[in-house]
């Protein structure tokens, strides 16, 4: 059984950072690309982060490109996310999950429906 699990969040004051973890099990991890995503109440469901199978590819949406880093380390089948300079309007559910490719489809709206496995997701709260 596919499952992913997203650990590392929070509250934190703004200006300062948060290291999310999204450990997997049940798949071959190294074959597949994982993505961050994440959901403030009220809002759509926002991808903002990917990372392809063997780290050669990393993306980033606009609203987290140079405060944000992706990575992964296939031999502990974790996904990364370190997130400095964190801002209010970075408080939501943070998720990660899936295509089961080894690339990143597209991952802001519309979302691909190749993104089909998610984990429970982990809480970002920023403020003061």
């Known amino acids: 059984q596919v499952q992913l699990v997203e650990s590392g969040g929070g509250l934190v004051q703004p200006g300062g950072s948060l290291r999310l973890f999204c450990a997997a099990s049940?798949?071959?991890?190294?074959?597949?690309?994982i993505g961050w995503f994440r959901q403030a109440p009220g809002k759509e469901r926002e991808g903002i982060s990917c990372?392809?199978?063997?780290?050669?590819?990393?993306k980033y949406a606009d609203s987290v490109k140079g405060r944000f880093t992706i990575s992964r380390d296939n031999a502990k089948n974790t996904v990364y996310l370190q997130m400095d300079s964190l801002k209010p309007e970075d408080t939501a559910v943070y998720y990660c999950?899936?295509?089961?490719?080894?690339?990143?489809?597209?991952?802001?709206?519309?979302?691909?429906?190749?993104?089909?496995?998610w984990g429970q997701g982990t809480q970002v709260t920023v403020s003061s």
């Open positions: 999950a899936t295509p089961r490719l080894s690339y990143c489809p597209r991952y802001t709206k519309p979302i691909d429906t190749h993104w089909d496995v």
């Open positions: 990372i392809s199978s063997s780290s050669s590819n990393t």
């Open positions: 049940g798949i071959t991890f190294d074959y597949y690309a």
